[in-house]
């Protein structure tokens, strides 16, 4: 019997094609983002409204990774291009599943692709899919210890939206304590209380996309100066 | 079931690798997980079972090795019997 060292990250084949998938999206200067929160947190409600408030300004496109096309089915009566990215039942995304999705879509009229990942507080932080920003959406009704139950989602995150904040006078949740997990983890991170159902604090999010947005097409721009 | 995932991936790994060191059986694999990760040694013994099953990994043992963080996930070595049977 012989030992021999490996040492290889197992998901090294998946990343590598998430970096690929990156190249595609910046040949396109097609700004991504990919949206996780747990079954239930309003990822789905959350960009029909994002897609309400941009529709007019920017050319939307959606993945939804899931297995069924119920959500599919709501964006598309909002007029957007969306695909469905079968999961086959997994429970993540992964780089494979979006490269078979983005084949199903016209690239050339796209600004902004969001990515709808499974729901799952565990397993779709460790999945790279090219995208250009994390979104972590918790919810009020979850409860404020998400963030320390689940560390690895809310490290990787470039900002954490809370929805279904119009609940906050009404459950056992404190903000603070909330806030403290998320600032352990990542000391300056963006925290936004809103609710896809009353619209409150959705200016905020759609700012910071819009923001976002536009310093992703800006540094396309070479200085010549 | 990110399981499978995992289990596919390190299948893909481990059959390049027993083809280059012309292994004609691998005994075991080691893993190392961080344990944020997810992954669950009697989970992934059972997809990686179906996945190995009529390959020179049917049989193969696998231990994973936890480490205090969320994102590592390594095939670290494998045991194997070579070609001449040792």
Request: glycine residues 8%; proline residues 3%; aromatic residues 10%.
């Amino acid at each position: 019997m012989k030992q021999f060292v490996i040492n290889q990250p197992i998901l090294d084949e998946l990343t590598k094609k998430g970096i690929a998938i990156r190249q595609v999206f910046d040949a396109h200067k097609i700004f991504s983002v990919n949206i996780m929160a747990s079954p239930g947190a309003g990822k789905t409600s959350v960009i029909l409204r994002t897609i309400e408030s941009f529709k007019n300004i920017y050319n939307i496109a959606v993945i939804e990774g899931d297995v069924i096309e119920l959500d599919v089915e709501r964006v598309r009566n909002l007029g957007v291009p969306v695909v469905l990215a079968h999961t086959g039942g997994s429970c993540h995304l992964d780089s494979i599943m979006m490269e078979q999705a983005l084949k199903q879509l016209n690239l050339e009229d796209i600004d902004i692709i969001i990515v709808e990942n499974v729901g799952n507080l565990i397993c779709p932080a460790n999945f790279y899919l090219g995208t250009h920003r994390n979104i972590v959406i918790a919810s009020v009704p979850e409860g404020d210890d998400k963030p320390c139950k689940y560390p690895g989602m809310f490290k990787g995150a470039d900002i954490v939206l809370l929805n279904k904040c119009d609940y906050l006078d009404h459950e056992a949740f404190e903000l603070e304590y909330f806030e403290k997990g998320i600032r352990q983890l990542q000391e300056n991170i963006r925290i936004l209380p809103l609710s896809a159902k009353t619209g409150e604090g959705f200016d905020k999010w759609i700012a910071w996309l819009t923001n976002s947005y536009d310093r992703y097409i800006k540094s396309f721009t070479i200085d010549t100066s | 079931m990110h399981e499978l995932t995992y289990a596919r991936e390190v299948y893909k790994i481990v059959h390049k690798y027993a083809k280059y060191c012309k292994a004609n059986r691998v005994i075991a694999i080691y893993l190392v997980a961080g344990t944020g990760t997810g992954i669950e040694q009697a989970s992934f013994q059972f997809y990686w079972e179906k996945l190995a099953k009529g390959t020179p990994f049917e049989g193969s043992h696998i231990e994973i090795d936890y480490i205090n963080d969320d994102t590592t996930l390594l095939v670290d070595r494998m045991r194997i019997e070579d070609k001449g049977g040792s």
